[in-house]
């Protein structure tokens, strides 16, 4: 496809993994092994005090999970910003993430709001194809659904009593329900750790959008949205190094 590698610069240059977490990865795997360990809070609850114990446990984990993660990942990846990029929020993490983007894509000729443009139809050209393979599992996915309720309305019609078939029919419509729901929690966690390539896309247009409209605004105006992250990446050479990866796609 076209954009292949400035969709790939997007997703690993400028994650969040390669700006902020990358340099914590110790912590990130105390962390996990830690939430793992605390899995047991919940189960000796329930092993304890039954289902009332279970839901007490599951709350003490949630309660746990948060405390950890911010005392363990969001003030480390603090530290990090500061230390590394001078960066006190991660409000401004975006702005530098946009200003990387923006430097990268000029290095390739994409300097102007016209040439953004048509490297944004590029890449919504290249998204089509990606929703047209969606709509298709989609459907697929749907096909399943239905033939779980064909086989579930004939076991009904050709075992069940007159008076059973309404609650029964009324079990299976929920039980499709409840698996057409699965079905996609279980498609929206596949797709977010292993199809990341359609929302790094998405992600990119409305980026490029954005860097358009500042262009436009530059142009108009005095005001200059990018001044301070230029500064910031003039004077960091991890920030250098991944702009100068020469960029020719």
């Excluded at 969606?134 to 064909?150: D, G, H, P, Q, R």
């Excluded at 230029?230 to 100068?244: G, P, R, T, Y």
Aim: proline content about 1%; some cysteine.
């Amino acid at each position: 496809m076209a954009g292949e590698k400035l969709i790939r610069f997007y997703r690993t240059k400028l994650s969040n993994y390669n700006l902020i977490y990358g340099f914590m990865t110790q912590r990130i795997w105390v962390f996990g092994l830690l939430m793992v360990l605390l899995i047991a809070l919940p189960t000796a609850f329930s092993l304890a005090f039954g289902v009332n114990g279970l839901w007490l446990g599951i709350i003490g984990y949630v309660v746990l999970f948060l405390f950890f993660y911010y005392i363990l990942i969001v003030r480390k990846a603090r530290k990090v910003l500061w230390i590394r990029y001078r960066i006190r929020d991660f409000k401004k993490l975006q702005a530098l993430k946009l200003c990387l983007l923006r430097n990268y894509l000029a290095q390739s000729g994409f300097a102007s709001s016209m040439e953004l443009e048509t490297l944004q139809k590029i890449l919504e050209e290249d998204r089509t194809l990606l929703a047209k393979y969606f709509t298709i599992k989609n459907m697929a996915t749907l096909l399943v659904i239905l033939i779980f309720a064909s086989l579930g309305a004939v076991f009904i019609l050709e075992t069940s009593p007159d008076n059973n078939r309404v609650f029964l029919a009324s079990i299976l419509a929920l039980f499709v329900i409840f698996l057409a729901v699965a079905f996609r929690i279980v498609s929206y966690i596949i797709l977010h750790f292993f199809d990341s390539k359609k929302q790094a896309t998405r992600n990119l247009i409305r980026d490029i959008k954005e860097l358009s409209a500042s262009y436009i605004m530059e142009q108009n105006t005095e005001y200059q949205p990018y001044r301070e992250m230029e500064l910031v990446i003039s004077n960091n050479d991890i920030l250098k190094e991944i702009i100068n990866g020469k960029a020719i796609f």
